[in-house]
């Protein structure tokens, strides 16, 4: 009777994290539930080490796939398999994280298997941004992309700046609860060490939401504004070139970019420079080492000669011909004898004078563009047939231009699609020189859940981490204009074709964050390695004849 209780005690905490730490991705303005979100998980852990409840790994795993299935679902709408081992492999790693911090509790006491925990979790997520299995979709600093007035302060920091500080907000909480819970807080602290628990507690909870806002109402862009227009085709990914053909699909893109740029054809004076742009994967039919076979871009060259200082990127699934005796790379496929071809999720940039900029998304989809670790996974797609995407990026970021008829050149960043969940990653655009940026994409894949909206809200952290405004085109929506505090001023919407004109600052100063990078990542990584090897070496002690399995 008595398992049993604890089982249903065990259920509640578990729904509870789960609803905690859901809610915050799902819905604006909640992020603050994350700084509270951890504490059913921390409590249930603490009545388990309590009572000696065995197999408790059972509990926190089941824990994580709830959270992973609450704010990841959409997922399964793209690719069931895909979605289930995002959910299930996910939730496994974070299963890892609080395994190691179950076992630190054996050999370390205080709050020492806490900060443990804390660093080991931030280590965790700043390794998973650069591995090729990579889904840091729920990095807990992502929790406040629906709440970005509290978090303007990641133009220091980083989104990881946001994953400390709702584990210092977790822990510290939890500690006051479980010095209640025992009597410690009356038969231990006096009344100075209560006021100091409280306030310290207050200020980690309130700080950053006070600095947050000042720097929110204090900020101010200069306008030094780019003109854009962003057409929204809303074309059906699902069925792409079975119900229009490229042709047919470029048409509708000119005639919508037609009506947004009357204002400008032929004219032949000195203007402005202006960017269009198409989303993710637009066209298909771009071969990068013979870039002037492309219908698409001869076609966008054409209709560029009527309109002076207009730029358009476009996404496009491209391709690159090599010729060679032998597989030139794990990730080639063979088309005939000595014939492979490399596959690209590109962006394109012509100005209508022939000679395109094209940038290769590097921050490929696991499995869906790229086949991971190919030395290992390319001879086991082979003999599946070839499912695996292995679409290859370029080795380093690289900025497209805007040009206008002066001979100004603009430089901007193009984000392709999941690109924009990449905080550090996102920043050397910025280094690169970009003075604005956009993302293309396509969201539909999902279909009209979360998915997009998250996708959509990350954006806005990546605009606040580098006081870059972004222009965001999206096939199937939602299109955004997005200012330089990480404000969605204009959207588009869902699955309705739509162009919108607007404008975006452009800003050449750099960030903390941007300069320096994820400075909080390195330290949690550096101190969690420090600890591990405490951790060892307590390990070896303990088993050594003569000491005691449980060390002071």
């Known amino acids: 009777m008595m398992e049993k209780n604890t089982n249903l005690l065990f259920a509640g905490f578990s729904l509870a994290f789960a609803v905690l730490m859901s809610l915050p991705f799902l819905v604006p303005h909640l992020g603050f539930l994350s700084l509270v979100g951890f504490i059913p998980l921390l409590m249930m852990d603490r009545i388990a080490t309590l009572s000696g409840y065995r197999h408790f790994w059972v509990w926190h795993y089941l824990s994580f796939v709830l959270w992973n299935a609450f704010t990841t679902f959409w997922v399964c709408n793209a690719t069931v398999g895909g979605g289930l081992f995002a959910i299930f492999a996910n939730a496994f790693q974070m299963s890892v994280v609080f395994g190691i911090f179950r076992s630190g509790k054996k050999y370390f006491r205080g709050a020492l298997p ?69 009597g410690s807080w009356s038969s231990t602290f006096n009344r100075k060490a209560k006021a100091a628990c409280i306030a310290g507690c207050a200020l980690i909870l309130a700080v950053p939401f006070v600095i947050s806002r000042l720097i929110y109402d204090s900020y101010e862009e200069k306008q030094d504004p780019l003109d854009v227009v962003i057409v929204q085709p809303n074309i ?54 013979e870039p002037g076979r492309s219908r698409t871009l001869r076609l966008f060259d054409d209709f560029l000669k009527d309109y002076p200082g207009v730029s358009i990127l476009f996404g496009a699934s ?107 990653y996102y920043t050397g655009y910025v280094r690169k020189g970009a003075e604005a940026m ?29 006081r870059r405004s972004i222009a965001r085109c999206a096939n199937t929506g939602i299109s955004a204009f997005i200012d330089q505090r990480g404000d969605i001023v204009m959207t588009s919407r869902w699955w309705k074709p739509a162009v919108m004109h607007g404008s975006i600052n452009l800003n050449d100063s750099l960030t903390f964050f941007v300069r320096n990078g994820d400075i909080t990542g390195r330290i949690c990584t550096f101190v969690f390695w420090l600890l591990i090897a405490a951790l060892a070496v307590r390990i070896l002690l303990s088993r050594s004849p003569g000491h005691k399995n449980r060390l002071p």
Not at 240 to 248: D, W, Y
Request: charged share 15%; aromatic share 12%; net charge negative.
């Open 438 to 466: 956009t993302i293309i994409t396509n969201d539909a894949w999902w279909g009209n859940t979360p998915g997009y909206i998250q996708h959509l809200r990350y954006a806005s952290l990546r605009a606040i981490e580098t």
């Open 318 to 424: 491209s391709y690159t011909y090599i010729d060679s005796p032998v597989r030139p790379s794990h990730t080639a496929r063979q088309i005939r004898d000595g014939r492979w071809i490399e596959s690209h999720n590109s962006a394109l940039m012509t100005d209508g004078t022939g000679s395109p900029e094209i940038f290769h998304k590097n921050k490929l989809v696991v499995a869906v563009e790229m086949t991971p670790y190919p030395s290992i996974f390319r001879p086991i797609d082979d003999m599946l047939g070839g499912v695996m995407g292995r679409c290859i990026g370029q080795d380093s970021i690289s900025v497209l231009h805007v040009r206008g008829t002066d001979g100004m050149q603009i430089p901007v960043g193009c984000a392709i699609c999941y690109e924009s969940v990449y905080g550090e």
């Open 236 to 289: 059906d990914p699902y069925n792409k070139f079975e119900a229009m053909t490229q042709a047919q699909q470029n048409a509708v893109f000119i005639s919508q970019a037609e009506g947004a740029l009357q204002d400008r054809k032929s004219d032949t004076a000195a203007v402005s420079p202006l960017l269009v742009l198409a989303p993710e994967t637009f066209t298909n039919d771009v071969i990068t080492n």
């Open 114 to 182: 806490y900060i443990l925990l804390m660093v080991t979790w931030i280590a965790w997520e700043r390794a998973y941004f650069d591995v090729d299995i990579s889904w840091p979709w729920l990095v807990l600093g992502n929790a406040f992309a629906g709440s970005i007035k509290s978090v303007q302060w990641y133009e220091f920091t980083g989104t990881l700046g946001g994953s400390l500080w709702i584990w210092l907000s977790n822990l510290s909480l939890f500690g006051i609860l479980v010095s209640l819970s025992d």
